[in-house]
C-alpha cells in the first residue's frame, strides 16, 4: 500500500483566499489524485495526475482549482479564491498495484 | 458519465449477523469495483475490491460479487463484530487510455453493528 502524507490536517481561511494543499507521497508513484468529500457526502473526484500533467479532471475542478508537482515530490491542490461551499475534506490518493490509496485528508473550513 | 447508486443508506444488524450492501452502476465500460471502509474522521480505506473478469472475491469474513450483465455489485460482510462499524462506500471505475482509474462513488452505507 503506497503511503501518502497530506499537510495541514486542517486549514481554516477565509472567503475569497487562496488556500495550498499538499500531499508527499511515500513511495514513487507516478499517478496522484485529489478527491473531496463535504461533510456527511460521498466522496467526489476532482482530478487525476500523470507524469506531471493532468490526467482527468471533474466538472468540479473548475478555474478556481490547480494542481502541480512543483519540486517532483510535493503534489499540491490550489484553491485561488475559497468559497464557502468549499469547505470539505480533501484527500489526496495514490495508485500501486492498480489499487488507489487515500492519504489522511486536510480539513479546509471556509469562513 | 459514469454513475453509482448505492443501497442502503443505513444498515443495523446484530453482532454476528451478516450485512450485505449493494450497489449498481450505470457505465458498462466500468472495470474496477473497489470497496471503502470509513470510519469516522478518517480516510477512507481499500478493504476488498473486484475486477471485472471475476464474479466473486472473498478476503475471510468479507465477501464481494459483481454481475456484469445487471451492472451491479454487492459487498457481504459475515459473523459481523462491533468494529464492523463504519460508512462502507462501492466504487467503480474505467482504465482509460491514460489508466488514470477516477473513481466514482457511491452514497455510502452507515453500518452500526449492535453488540
Known amino acids: 500500500e503506497p503511503e501518502v502524507t497530506q499537510t495541514p490536517s486542517h486549514q481554516v481561511t477565509q472567503m475569497g483566499q487562496e488556500v495550498i494543499l499538499r500531499c508527499v507521497p511515500i513511495?514513487?508513484?507516478?499517478?496522484f489524485y485529489w478527491y473531496r468529500q463535504i461533510l456527511g457526502q460521498k466522496v467526489e473526484f476532482l482530478v487525476s495526475?500523470?507524469?506531471?500533467?493532468?490526467?482527468?479532471k471533474s466538472e468540479i475542478f473548475d478555474d478556481q482549482f490547480s494542481v502541480e508537482r512543483p519540486d517532483g515530490s510535493n503534489f499540491t491542490l490550489k484553491i485561488r479564491s475559497t468559497k464557502l461551499e468549499d469547505s470539505a475534506m480533501y484527500f489526496c490518493?495514490?495508485?500501486?498495484?492498480?489499487?488507489?490509496?487515500f492519504g489522511p485528508g486536510t480539513r479546509l473550513t471556509v469562513l | 458519465g459514469e454513475n453509482v447508486e448505492q443501497h442502503p443508506s443505513t444498515l443495523s444488524v446484530q453482532e454476528g449477523d451478516s450485512a450485505v450492501i449493494k450497489c449498481t452502476y450505470s457505465?458498462?465500460?466500468?472495470?474496477?469495483f473497489p470497496w471503502y471502509k470509513q470510519e469516522l474522521g478518517k480516510r477512507p480505506q481499500l478493504i476488498i475490491d473486484?475486477?471485472?473478469?471475476?464474479g466473486e472475491k472473498k478476503d475471510q469474513r468479507i465477501a464481494v460479487t459483481l454481475n456484469k450483465t445487471a451492472k451491479h455489485f454487492s459487498l457481504h460482510i459475515t459473523e459481523t463484530q462491533p468494529e464492523d462499524s463504519a460508512v462502507y462506500f462501492c466504487a467503480a471505475s474505467m482504465s482509460s487510455g491514460a489508466g488514470s482509474y477516477q473513481l466514482t462513488f457511491g452514497k455510502g452505507t452507515k453500518l452500526s453493528v449492535i453488540p
Open positions: 495526475f500523470y507524469n506531471n500533467e493532468i490526467s482527468e
Open positions: 513511495s514513487n508513484h507516478l499517478y
Open positions: 457505465d458498462s465500460a466500468s472495470n474496477y
Open positions: 490518493g495514490a495508485l500501486g498495484g492498480g489499487e488507489q490509496f
Open positions: 473486484i475486477r471485472s473478469n471475476v
